[in-house]
């Protein structure tokens, strides 16, 4: 299977909606992308002193911690920051 991101899909079905630099497929076009996305894979779980939070997007776990993604992000998982243990673990 050949993974692909939005904008080449739309391209293989010769969807051509353009709107500025952007493209603006119709609603019906998305829900067969929709249908087509990639499965999750992997969570990442920060684990901290009181409780322990699931999230399946790392940036967003960023956010909520106020921590600097593009410094963490650079980093290999498991690690440990701020008090809190983050590992990245597969999601069944």
Not at 1 to 7: I, L
Not at 67 to 87: F, H, M, V
């Amino acid at each position: 299977m050949v993974f692909m991101n939005a904008k080449q899909w739309f391209l293989k079905q010769g969807i051509y909606v353009l709107k500025g630099c952007q493209y603006h497929p119709t609603l019906k076009d998305m829900d067969k992308f929709k249908n087509q996305s990639m499965k999750r894979q992997t969570v990442i779980v920060v684990i901290t002193p009181t409780k322990t939070e699931c999230w399946g997007n790392f940036k967003k776990a960023c956010i909520a911690h106020n921590w600097a993604y593009n410094t963490l992000s650079k980093r290999q998982l498991p690690i440990e920051y701020d008090g809190c243990k983050i590992e990245r673990v597969p999601f069944l």
